[in-house]
């Protein structure tokens, strides 16, 4: 049997990590949402995802990295942070050897169920997802809104982020929140010195906000009351008014909220306009 290629599979706790992100900027060149990890972006994404670097890997062929997976693990839970091939590995069955080692591993981790988020206008991904037994779960938005003028000055005080942590996990189950992974209380807690974050009086409950900002935009990670549903239109647009005029930006995002959670029924209530949509889907391994 003549052999044409070597096919070699490295975990990422044992691969150069700028090699890394060279691979991946190269497979997600003609991605519709720019993916540019650097060294310390990626640092602290894993961190506050959870990335598991030894059960994510990158694949090799004659000793060039053709493809990778990233996982995340929580317990039982896992999720696909990010996967993709080389341009000319397309359709030639690696992406699918990658899949498949990935859910073994995972599955050795006693892992029941795996997530992913994926643009639902790429199609040949959600395709992939489908045909290897993904089903969607549901719907994740990402609004934006133009800042609209300061009409109050609203007080919010710098807030531990402990105690960003206990509030949101409070709210999520006063206000029966429907959390994605990147909004789930732990992630908040891991994400420590990321992001903004800030504490303020409404009505007679309590609120948080996280948030942070890129060149163009401020964006909410996430806000919430702690207790009271009633006011989570007033909390939403107090949140967006302090965080445009706070970081001088004009206009506000909300990335990945779930259709089935109270913040997407407000963020629509309040003006906030869908700019793309992602679809949230799992597979059970046990
Ligand atoms: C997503 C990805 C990993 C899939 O690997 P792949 O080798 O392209 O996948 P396959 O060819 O095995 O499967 C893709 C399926 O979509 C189909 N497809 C191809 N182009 C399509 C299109 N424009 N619309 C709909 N389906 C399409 C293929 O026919 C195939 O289905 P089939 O096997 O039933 O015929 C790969 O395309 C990739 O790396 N993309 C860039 C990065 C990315 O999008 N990652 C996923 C988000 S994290």
């Known amino acids: 049997m003549v052999v044409k290629f070597m096919e070699e599979v490295r975990s990422l706790n044992e691969f150069p990590i700028v090699r890394f992100l060279n691979l991946v900027r190269e497979v997600f060149r003609s991605y519709p949402v720019f993916v540019d990890w650097n ?157 903004k974050m800030a504490r303020t009086h409404i009505g007679r409950d309590q609120g948080y906000l996280v948030w942070g900002s890129t060149k163009d935009s401020a964006y909410i990670v996430d806000c919430a009351p702690v207790t009271n549903a009633e006011v989570y239109d007033q909390m939403l647009n107090i949140s967006a008014e302090y965080i445009c005029m706070s970081e001088n930006r004009a206009s506000c995002t909300i990335a990945g909220v779930p259709e089935n959670d109270p913040l997407h029924t407000s963020a629509e209530r309040n003006g906030f306009r869908k700019v793309l949509t992602q679809l949230e889907m799992e597979l059970h391994l046990y």
């Open 39 to 195: 060294t310390l972006s990626f640092e602290l994404d894993a961190r506050e995802n959870s990335v598991s670097f030894s059960n994510s890997f990158v694949f090799l062929k004659n000793g060039e990295p053709v493809g990778f997976v990233v996982t995340c693990i929580r317990r039982n839970r896992g999720r696909i942070d990010a996967m993709g091939v080389v341009e000319s590995e397309k359709g030639s069955g690696l992406a699918q050897r990658i899949l498949a080692h990935a859910l073994e591993v995972l599955r050795w981790q006693k892992v029941q169920k795996v997530i992913l988020e994926v643009l639902e206008t790429e199609k040949r991904a959600v395709r992939f997802y489908i045909k290897n037994g993904f089903k969607t779960v549901r719907r994740l938005d990402t609004f934006i809104k133009e800042c609209p003028p300061v009409s109050s000055r609203h007080n919010f005080v710098k807030a531990d982020y402990r105690w960003i942590h206990k509030s949101s996990l409070e709210a999520s189950i006063n206000l029966k929140r429907r959390l994605n992974w990147q909004r789930e209380p732990v992630t908040l807690l891991l994400s420590d010195g990321r992001y």
